[in-house]
Nanobody, 121 residues
Framework: QLVESGGGSVQAGGSLTLSCTAS?????????VGWFRQAPGKEREGVAT???????TYADSVKGRFTISSDNAKNTLYLQMNSLKPEDTAMYYC?????????????????WGQGTQVTVS
C-alpha cells in the first residue's frame, strides 16, 4: 500500500513537499519508485523517478524545480517541488515498480497510491 500526503493549494512560485509512505514492502527493494501526475483531460505523465541503483530521472518540465528523494529508514518517498507554476496543477501519484519495466512508463508500475491534489494559482 502507498499513501501520499502533502498536497494542497499554493500560489505560483511557492513550494510543496509530497510524501509517500509504503507498507507491506520496502521501497528500496523495488526496481523503481516514482511520482506521476495527471491533470484534468490529460494523460498521466511521469514527473520523477528513482531506480534501484539510485539514479533519478525527471521530466523536462520539472528539471531544476523538483527533487525526488527517499528515506529508507522511514520507507518514504518524497517530492520537493519549488517554483511551482499553474501548469503543475494535477493529481500527483506515487508508484512502485516491482517487476520488470521502464521507470518512466506508468503502465509498467505495479502499485499506486490514491493520489494527492496539487493546485497552483
Amino acid at each position: 500500500q502507498l499513501v501520499e500526503s502533502g498536497g494542497g493549494s499554493v500560489q505560483a512560485g511557492g513550494s510543496l513537499t509530497l510524501s509517500c509512505t509504503a507498507s507491506g514492502y520496502r521501497l528500496s527493494s523495488t526496481n523503481c519508485v516514482g511520482w506521476f501526475r495527471q491533470a484534468p483531460g490529460k494523460e498521466r505523465e511521469g514527473v520523477a523517478t528513482i531506480a534501484i541503483d539510485g539514479s533519478t530521472t525527471y521530466a523536462d518540465s520539472v528539471k531544476g524545480r523538483f527533487t525526488i528523494s527517499s528515506d529508507n529508514a522511514k520507507n518514504t518517498l518524497y517530492l520537493q517541488m519549488n517554483s511551482l507554476k499553474p501548469e503543475d496543477t494535477a493529481m500527483y501519484y506515487c508508484a512502485a515498480l516491482v517487476g520488470g519495466g521502464s521507470c518512466f512508463t506508468s503502465r509498467d508500475y505495479d502499485y499506486w497510491g490514491q493520489g494527492t491534489q496539487v493546485t497552483v494559482s
